[in-house]
């Protein structure tokens, strides 16, 4: 059996027979290092379900020694290196942690294990695994002079290597770094002043997703009577992930030693942020009413008028309750104290649901780079649940593209100038992530070339499908086609189906289409648009509940393949393209776009029975939330005109009423004074004098506020006119109107049949 079919019988768990078959393969090669490394897999995974003592014993008769194979025949193989540290240092630590502490690596065998370390840090690439096995050795041997001196070597190389990489050394010097002062304060061979001191110098630039280490940094400084140093440590431990109920009971407990501080005359303004903020988020756990720290402020505003803290959690406390006009006071002040985002940002909401006012301009923030960031996503989530017109959404979207400007500005000052304490949650990815909502936002303001320049940087920092949904449709909106075919390829190149949201990769593959229609790169375009389409037109027919949230990215996807095949019968005769979409209308009568273009492509044939069929479709079919008023308007409009050519006049005379003020806030004034003429030649055969001269002035006025002269629309308003009048029996003001039609050169025929055939008005009109 070959090594491919060895292994997949290791992926589909059948492990047993794997080892087994794998075993008579060495009989036979029994230098296959391929084979060699499976069997040590191999034989850890089936040992290590029954546990991690059984694991033990498996490591030491099989994992090692398969490995130490390896390495006879190829001393540098970085994969056999790696494993044969890693699977014993890893048994050796979880069975010292559930209390049955077995050793892999002693007194008698530490060169050995010393030596692969070694072999690993020899390779560049993989220098910081052999520096992590090495000191993992040394503390499990407990020699502290050796661990040290490894300690000190892995922090200088990290410096080093990684000098061009903030990211990097900041998370591989925390982490040894830690291990120093654990080993220094555990072993006391530094005094605690001078642990305290190394605390101190190296604090700004530690970062740890590990939050116990913020406890027991902040506890060994504290126990060293440095207590602002503490407090330094817990202020960098409030801003970061707090979700574990470990982190939390740590930091109610520092709560409360910097209460029973202050009330022995303690002071630091950070002191107060730090108890009002666990106040307003740990109220219960701290066995304090919810508006506690809002009583608090209150009070410290009383005794400490200049200080920020209290005027910040005051305001937002205020502003959460819905008392703006207080609420914009106190941010004002705590803005004026100390210019932060946060309390900026609250601010700006306040005065916008108090006044209806928006900020003209966005100061110049000194905060961190996530911070920023984590503004603008605010100022995001504000936006979007606002009932407002577009112009004050874009006005608030002015706000967000400058504070993510100024985060991706931060952003770069952190990692390329080494500004700002570092931070554990501001990494590069959160950088991407801020590239990403930058780019998103300036492709609202139509500068699409420039999000696609942004979106391309985020994903050198970091990799995520939607950095790459971002860059692919700033490029396909910007019409950069040659950009977005290069953009959807590497999406393809990471990403398949299974790996990334449907409906997601299904915009995706829409795109790509679209590239091969505008590039010419495809040797069928209509073959391949087709079989997506009706991929996705399938989809529905089997999902018919899809989330209105799902179905806008489902929609653009099949909005994106309908227009490829659009442009692909632009140029074929009525008829072809009438027989095409119904078929597809027949095979698919859920769909809204076959019935769009029957609608259209009758009215050009002028067949009003199928305008009017596929019109009311098309609005049954397009859910409610994607039919903008512009398509809703002129769909209603094909429907009335359909009435009329049918001589359904009451059926379009009641329609026009219904929908007439929602059109005409919708359609331009050429578009509506066509709908306005429809609505009074309804009217006119149903004898509504009023309406029809009603409208009609309405009519005029348009032509008159725009600047239009009299032409055929104008004439059919007016006939229509003379014609109610004259059938409501005023033959007079009947007369005057289809004179001035008259009055117009190359009148139309039936002008001149009204001329002839109305009778004229008696003697005595002009008396009355």
Known sequence: MNYEELEQLFYANE??????????????????????????????????????????????????????????????????????????????YVLWQIARPQKHITEENKDEFIAYARALIAQPESAPYGFDFLVKIYESLGEREHLLATIERGIAFFRETFADNRDLMDKNVSYFWLKKIYMLDFSKIATGGEIVKMIADQIEHYVSNNNQSYLDLAEIAYENQAVDLSLKIMMKLIEGDNSDHTTQEGLVKWYHRFERLINQSYSNPDVYYYQMIIERNYAEKIGKEEDFYFRHAGALMQSNPNEYASFHFAGTYLYEHGDYLEAIKLLDKACTLHLNVLSWRRQVEAKFLAHQLISSSVPTFTDKPRDLYNAGVDIANFISGLHVDEETRMEFRKIELAIYKQAYDAFHRYFDDWEFESDTLGDRHNMAMNCNNYAIVLAAFKRYADAAEIAQEGLQYSEFAELHNTLVDSLMKGEDYEGANVAIHNFFSVYNEDMVYYYNYIQHRASQIVVHDKLGLSEDIKAEAEELLFEIYGHYNENPDISDYDFRDFEYAKNLVEGVLFTYFADEPNEVRRAYYAELASRFPDEANPQYHLMQINNEAENYVEVNKAARLYMENKRSFLLNDFDKAKTIYMIVKSHFQLAQYREGAAMFEDYNQFVGQTLESSEYSLWLSYGIQLHDKLNNKVLVTQYTDQFQAIYDQEGWGYDDLSEDVYL????????????KDAHRTLNYVLSFDNPSALATEYKNSWKKPGLFSKFF
């Open 15 to 92: 492990i047993e027979a794997c080892i087994a078959e794998g075993e008579k393969a060495l009989g036979s090669s029994p230098n296959d290092l391929d084979v060699l490394f499976l069997m040590a897999v191999a034989h850890h995974d089936l040992a290590y379900r029954e546990g991690h003592e059984e694991a033990y014993a498996s490591i030491q008769q099989y994992v090692i020694p398969y490995l130490r194979r390896i390495l006879a025949l190829d001393p540098s193989n970085n994969k056999a290196l790696y494993n044969i540290l890693s699977y014993p240092l890893g048994n050796e």
């Open 720 to 731: 229509a006119k003379a014609h109610t009048l004259y059938q409501s029996g005023d033959l």
